[in-house]
């Protein structure tokens, strides 16, 4: 089956860590986004790639970092830079073309110690 | 940047009744889409919308898209306790990226 998958599905991070979180799809999409996601506050866009080596920041993009080596891979850093990492991940993918649909992976709940 | 607010952010909604949820955008968009998110999962693209006062429906769901290309809404009807989740309308502009509102929480009453 074609889809999207993020790992881990938990993550627990010390204060002063840097952690990263793994997306892969195999749905040979072009593009690839991150979002967080606090309750009440909907999905912001941390970093989008819409082509392999080339990525953007978003809205919130302080305190992360990502890399797009891989078609298939868009992995993110949450570094120590971040003050407030507790969230919900998301990660998506979508075909090329002006805003088309995203499909997205189940997600990471990262939590500070 | 681009902002789409949704209204209203939570409802309670008595199965077996309607309920209509409001995407609204202070600039022209080029589509609109709508997802769902279950309590605990990812959100699931629902539909795209293109054309100005496009209307679509699926079974129970109609999606409707300004004529000003600035607004839509989500009309459910007879409402069934699988509506349960958060909606989320997306809109873009024109280029490669989405805004996504903050979403309307619904719960279902049995």
């Known amino acids: 089956d074609g889809g999207i998958t993020q790992s881990p599905k938990y993550l627990f991070r010390k204060e002063g860590q840097n952690v990263t979180l793994s997306c892969e799809q195999n749905l040979n999409h072009d593009a690839m986004y991150w979002y967080r996601q606090d309750p009440g506050q909907g999905l912001r866009l941390i970093y989008y790639?819409?082509?392999?080596?080339?990525?953007q920041k978003g809205d919130i993009a302080e305190g992360y970092s990502v890399s797009r080596e891989k078609k298939e891979s868009f992995p993110l850093t949450v570094t120590s830079a971040q003050k407030n990492p507790t969230a919900f991940y998301l990660c998506?993918?979508?075909?090329?073309?002006?805003?088309?649909?995203?499909?997205f992976g189940d997600g990471t709940r990262l939590s500070i110690l | 940047g681009q902002q789409v607010m949704q209204i209203p952010q939570y409802q309670h909604v008595q199965e077996g009744e309607d309920f209509t949820t409001y995407c609204n955008s202070s600039t022209t968009l080029s589509n609109i889409q709508w997802y769902k998110q279950r309590p605990g999962g990812h959100p699931v693209f629902l539909i795209q919308l293109v054309k100005s006062g496009e209307v679509k429906k699926q079974k129970r769901l109609t999606f409707q898209f300004g004529e000003a290309k600035k607004n839509s809404s989500l009309h459910i009807t007879a409402t069934q306790t699988t509506d349960v989740g958060t909606y989320f309308c997306a809109g873009s502009d024109g280029n490669n990226r989405l805004a996504f509102g903050k979403g309307n929480q619904v719960v279902v009453i049995p």
């Open positions: 998506a993918s979508s075909a090329p073309g002006q805003a088309a649909p995203q499909h």
């Open positions: 790639s819409q082509i392999v080596n080339d990525f």
